[in-house]
């Protein structure tokens, strides 16, 4: 019961935050049954969803109403004994067999026709990259940008090819009405359109909807749907945002940013996780204090990492094992976790490393969650 409780915090949160939409924003309304519908997939799908809706109540109220009529009318009165009940009567007999199955035959192809329409991709569609990984998400845009939340431009279809780093996790955006599972080993694709720009601070909620580990709940994302004009200059800011950032302040502004990447499995505080804590946590110091030559953190079932880190051996310097460890992570384990990292080759720049290494060497000056402690007086 505990463990679900977050769940149902975030559900509480979500149907909040559901409520702000502005009524404006939605394609379909919000009712009982399902959050406003904000993409052009969204009222054949709830249209079909209320007419079967619809078909149930009928026929609820209809077997549920004769049933009570006929406990009534058929009660026992006296002492009167029936011998036999009719046992024939081709009419009510054809007629409960065809009606039912033109319905479900009506059903089927409705259901048919929204099917193959959110299977077809239009040719013209904008194309993002999609990596689900334990636990989050990397949206890669055209220019070379990537994204943790997804933004999307308004009144133009997108396309989302869809992979997994490790197993199966499924994307989820409900007030689209799409739904697709993400499959290692294999590209899956899905598409929408949504019209209307989100304004201010409003999004829409993106869900893993694949039970995929412990985190899986930090999987909910936020997407931004931006006007042509806002999307084309966010899109160009965002794939400098690292470049334009001064050395200096690299790991500092850029650090706790990419480390939200990690943060599913890493802590900062020694607190054990999916992966080693980036803190103290085995008596041979911080990450950082710990890939020095001669550390005596342990590798590989019991090797010191000083085996491999000093002149001569296989990282020249600690931050060839820091590097090393980010890009091809199953080289060395670390004594205690399983080979559960993904490899973020081509998913962080050269740059965003030294950023990360920075921060690591820094940690001191970082918070449990992430956050430069620093950053209130610098803004001084
Ligand atoms: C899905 C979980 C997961 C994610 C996400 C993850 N890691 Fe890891 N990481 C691990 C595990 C498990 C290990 C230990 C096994 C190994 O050495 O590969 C590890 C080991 C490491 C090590 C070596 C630690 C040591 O004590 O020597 C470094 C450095 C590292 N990760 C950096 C990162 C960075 C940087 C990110 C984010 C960009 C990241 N990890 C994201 C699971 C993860
Ligand atoms: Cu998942």
């Avoid at 026709?113 to 949206?139: C, E, H």
């Avoid at 499959?183 to 899905?190: A, E, K, Q």
């Avoid at 080693?276 to 550390?295: E, K, L, V």
């Amino acid at each position: 019961m505990l463990n679900q409780l977050p769940t149902v915090l975030m559900q509480a949160e979500a149907d909040k935050l559901g409520a702000a939409l502005t009524p404006a924003q939605g394609v379909t309304p919000r009712d009982f049954w399902l959050p406003e519908g904000a993409s052009t997939l969204a009222p054949e799908i709830d249209w079909v969803f209320h007419f079967i809706n619809y078909i149930n109540y009928f026929f609820f109220f209809l077997v549920v109403g004769l049933m009570f009529y006929f406990v009534w009318k058929y009660r026992q009165k006296g002492r009167e004994v029936y011998a036999r009940g009719p046992s024939h009567n081709t009419v009510l007999e054809l007629g409960w067999t065809i009606i039912p199955t033109i319905i479900v035959v009506v059903i089927f192809f409705m259901g048919f026709r929204g099917f193959v329409d959110a299977k077809t991709v239009p040719a013209n569609s904008y194309q993002i990259d999609v990596t689900a990984l334990r636990y989050g998400w990397i949206f890669k845009y055209p220019n070379g940008a990537t994204s943790d939340d997804l933004y999307v431009p308004a009144g133009q279809p997108v396309k989302l090819v869809m992979r997994s780093e490790d197993v199966l996790h499924s994307l989820y955006i409900r007030d689209f009405r799409v739904k697709q599972d993400v499959v290692p080993g294999r590209y899956t694709t899905m598409w929408f359109q949504a019209d209307n720009p989100t304004e201010g601070d409003d999004f829409h909620w993106l869900f893993c909807t694949e039970f995929c580990g412990v985190g899986h709940s930090n999987m909910n994302r936020k997407v931004f749907v931006l006007n042509q004009t806002d999307f084309a200059e966010w899109e160009t800011e965002q794939a400098r945002w690292l470049d334009k950032i001064p050395e200096n302040e690299l790991y500092s502004k850029a650090g706790p940013k990419l480390f939200a990447r990690c943060a599913g499995c890493h802590t900062l505080d020694g607190k054990p996780g999916t992966g080693p804590s980036w803190g103290n946590y085995d008596g041979t110091g911080d990450i950082w204090a710990r890939s020095q030559p001669g550390s005596q953190h342990k590798v590989d079932n019991g090797k010191p990492l000083a085996d491999f880190i000093g002149p001569g051996k296989q990282y020249e310097t600690p931050e060839g094992y820091l590097r090393a460890s980010i890009l091809n992570p199953g080289e060395h384990l670390v004594d205690g976790y399983g080979n559960a990292m993904p490899t973020f080759r081509g998913q962080i720049s050269d740059r965003g490393i030294d950023a990360l290494i920075g921060m690591m060497k820094h940690l001191d000056e970082f918070d449990a969650k992430g956050q430069w402690k620093k950053a209130a007086e610098a803004a001084k």
